[in-house]
């Protein structure tokens, strides 16, 4: 009888990639409806987010049972830490994306429109008065007047909140490697409690923005590229948190060892990335 180390685990026939298929499909066809000014877009985007969820419970679900079934071997752990890596460097280009758009505005875009650089007809000619300077709504003054979003505050608190999470999530780590169960379950409990107290303050933060500063997504470059650098990885630090509660309901569950735990490990690794993230975005979105 051969045992699960001495072969490559070759899962079943699977119907989650058609339902994630389909619960995707559903949700860009909501967006696309509901963009174009029909309200009934919102439901069909909230049927695909339905679907979408239903996937990854059923598919999480059968991984976690392969994984407690001790089918998988080293080969399959390598694997896994291959995809692992690659999903976050796909998430790294993701977000080089948007502070490239970032850097091209402040140091490119609003600068030519304002006559730098030699420039002086484009100014001239097209948005005569225009000055370059940062923040800036754009020479239409699209959105009308707004105030600058400043780094004390709640983002300073954020900040904080994320960089000792990194702390917890490590402590939690090095618990898991000692054996230290009760340890573990404390620090990567906690861990995730920051990832939810980020988010609502986040929420707060751009409530705030938008009643009380009149900065929105449609308040120029500024607004765009602030609310689409700080929404996404918003949306992010919301997938590890919800991730990192799903490892610890496993720990509570008696799930991992000291030797074979990889699903936390990719949450952590998921974790520390988006940590660094906000680092670079504290600084480049909030102080620069």
């Given amino acids: 009888m051969t045992h699960a180390e001495d072969r490559y685990y070759v899962p079943h026939g699977s119907h989650w990639p058609v339902v994630g298929s389909a619960g995707l499909f559903f949700m860009m066809l ?17 049927t695909g987010v339905a679907i979408v969820v239903f996937m990854l419970t059923g598919w999480f679900r059968d991984v976690i049972n392969e994984s407690e079934g001790h089918l998988y071997n080293n080969q399959v752990d390598m694997s896994f830490r291959m995809g692992m890596f690659w999903f976050i460097f796909s998430e790294v280009m993701f977000f080089s994306a948007f502070f490239g758009a970032l850097f091209y505005a402040r140091n490119m875009g609003v600068p030519w429109l304002g006559g730098e650089s030699n420039n002086f007809f484009t100014n001239l000619l097209l948005w005569s008065g225009f000055e370059a300077t940062w923040p800036t709504n754009g020479p239409a ?26 702390v917890t999530v490590t402590i939690a780590h090095h618990a898991m490697l000692h054996g230290r169960r009760n340890l573990l379950k404390v620090f990567l409990g906690l861990t995730s409690v920051l990832g939810f107290i980020f988010v609502v303050l986040q929420a707060e933060e751009y409530i705030h923005a938008y009643e009380v500063m009149n900065l929105k997504l449609t308040s120029g470059i500024y607004g765009s590229t602030f609310f689409m650098l700080t929404g996404f990885h918003g949306l992010h630090v919301t997938i590890g ?19 074979k735990h990889f699903a936390f490990e990719a949450a952590a690794w998921y974790w520390h990335f988006v940590d660094v993230v906000w680092v670079f975005l504290y600084i480049f979105v909030y102080w620069m």
């Fill in 30 to 46: 909501g967006v696309s409806i509901w963009l174009n000014g029909t309200d009934a877009g919102f439901w069909v985007m909230m």
């Fill in 241 to 259: 948190a919800i991730m990192l509660t799903i490892i610890w309901l496993r720990v509570m569950k008696g799930h991992f060892t000291a030797d």
């Fill in 141 to 166: 003054n699209v959105g009308g007047e707004f105030e600058i979003m400043q780094p004390f505050g709640l983002p300073l608190i954020n900040t904080a909140i994320l960089l000792t999470s990194s």
